[in-house]
């Protein structure tokens, strides 16, 4: 099992450009989650999706972030136009089932200047 | 919402001691899932425990430990025999009956001295 993937590791990008972070969930995994780590907010959590649905994006700070999950192995989180405060590290964790543990991939961190 | 405080910034330990660290949590649900998360260095995120609420005896994994106290909202972590792996930022978080859309604390910083 090679757990939670994120890709990539690291993301340097300027102000305005479009960013896309992309998780491949663990295999069989239904539920999947997309957090964002700042030293001022901690982690929060911006959206889950269960068997490919989004269930609630009410975390996603704002219309410039999107996140979308085409099918059972793949999901991404867009920012469009990117922003400075929009550096952080962003976490992808999938799980089995609602009342599962979740499995959390090595995180994007993502530096806008 | 749910609130989770974690009100230690920084510990630290001597190794092979034993460390507790703090948390505590806000909520109006009666069925919920609390736990303790592992961020190390290499910034991964590690579940150390899981406690369900509904449960009365306090969750174990090897040397960590939890005491529950639900009627005090109160959930701390206990490293026993403290190792320098150890050496990490902690989570507490909260699960709702659901189990994992998770509220975060704000984390402590553990670092275990040799």
């Known amino acids: 099992d090679a757990g939670v993937i994120q890709s990539p590791r690291h993301e340097v990008t300027e102000m305005g450009q479009e960013v896309t972070l992309r998780c491949k969930p663990i295999?069989?995994?239904?539920?999947l989650f997309w957090y964002r780590q700042t030293m001022m907010r901690g982690l929060e959590l911006l959206i889950y999706?269960?068997?490919?649905?989004?269930?609630?994006d009410s975390g996603m700070p704002e219309d410039r972030f999107s996140a979308k999950m085409p099918n059972a192995s793949f999901s991404t989180l867009k920012i469009q136009p990117s922003e400075p405060r929009d550096s952080a590290v962003y976490f992808c964790?999938?799980?089995?089932?609602?009342?599962?543990?979740?499995?959390f991939g090595n995180g994007t961190r993502l530096t806008v200047t | 919402a749910q609130t989770v405080t974690q009100s230690q910034p920084e510990m630290s330990v001597q190794e092979a001691e034993t460390v507790t660290l703090s948390c505590t949590y806000d909520?109006?649900?009666?069925?919920?899932?609390l736990f303790w998360y592992k961020q190390p260095p290499s910034r991964q995120m590690i579940l150390v425990i899981r406690q369900e609420a509904y449960k009365q005896q306090n969750a174990t994994e090897n040397r960590f430990s939890v005491n529950f106290q639900k009627a005090a909202k109160s959930f701390s972590l206990k490293i026993s025999d403290s190792q320098l792996g150890d050496t990490a930022m902690y989570f507490c978080a909260f699960g709702n009956n659901a189990g994992n859309m998770l509220t975060f604390g704000g984390g402590t910083r553990l670092m275990v001295k040799p």
């Open positions: 909520t109006s649900e009666s069925n919920y899932y």
């Open positions: 295999s069989g995994h239904n539920s």
């Open positions: 999706f269960n068997n490919n649905v989004p269930i609630d």
């Open positions: 964790a999938s799980s089995p089932g609602l009342e599962s543990p979740l499995h």
